[in-house]
């Protein structure tokens, strides 16, 4: 019987580039983890918390509680909601619709603005992607009422087939106002950690193998738009309905 010995060094030398590689891994996957709680923080506990303060600062009458109530429960169901998006739920293109219009009925009492959502071209299933789509919405609406005083958003879900195959089916997200705009090249992450939204959008969606695109100029508005893998379905959803599923 002959018996075979691997030499030393390949043991020496291997192992350590094993374990470096495994090290590098490890590392990524935690560092790509604190981007997405600190995207998940910036999107929705921060934007609650915000509002609140603000209504605590405005209270004048005892009516005004009412609001401040409102305000600290959602921002409790915001804490739940960032618990279960530890694994985010799959979504048809009836709930990613309806979470959308539930966005801008809340955004519509809040400020006062005509926000429009149109879904008429949707039928493809986001997935699990659907989350994201609905945080970069609320961020871009959120920007456009708090930051660049718009009176009018709309909000637009679009199948994006793709008859090649080769790039796959897309849904897009398309949210467009008529704020002041902003001139892109001016733009810096703030020492208090505001002025990420943008970056945080981007990051979301490219790590879905997505298309993410700013347009905007001063005084002309502001168009935020957002490409993510989708599938096919042939079930056709009620989009009145609050209980499709997928």
């Known amino acids: 019987m002959t018996s075979q010995t691997l030499h030393p060094g390949v043991f020496r ?3 350590p580039q094993q374990r470096g590689g495994c090290a590098d891994a490890v590392e990524s ?4 983890e604190r981007r997405r709680f600190a ?36 921002a409790c169901e915001e804490v739940r909601r960032q618990m279960s998006a530890l694994h985010p739920p799959r979504m048809s293109g009836a709930i990613l619709a309806k979470s959308l219009r539930e966005l801008a009925s809340r ?10 959502v149109d879904d008429s071209r949707l039928t493809f299933a986001p997935g699990t992607a659907g989350y994201d789509l609905v945080r970069v919405a609320g961020e871009a609406v959120q920007n456009a009422l708090r930051h660049g005083g718009a009176r009018t958003v709309s909000i637009t879900l679009t199948d994006v087939p793709d008859p090649t195959g080769i790039h796959g089916d897309q849904v897009r997200l398309r949210v467009v106002d008529d704020g002041t705009g902003f001139d892109r090249t001016s733009l810096r992450p703030r020492a208090d950690g505001s002025g990420r939204g943008l970056g945080f959008m981007r990051e979301r969606i490219e790590e879905l193998y997505g298309v993410f695109v700013v347009q905007s100029e001063p005084g002309r508005g502001t168009s935020v738009m957002a490409e993510v893998p989708a599938r096919r379905t042939t079930v056709k959803f009620d989009r009145s309905s609050s209980d499709e599923t997928e």
Do not use: C, F, K, Y
């Open 13 to 15: 030398t291997g192992l």
């Open 29 to 32: 996957a935690v560092e790509s």
């Open 39 to 74: 995207r998940e923080l910036h999107d929705g506990l921060a934007q609650d918390l915000t509002a609140l303060s603000l209504a605590v600062e405005m209270a004048t009458e005892p009516e005004d509680l009412g609001q401040v109530a409102e305000l600290a429960r959602r």
């Open 107 to 116: 955004a519509r009492r809040q400020s006062g603005a005509v926000i429009e």
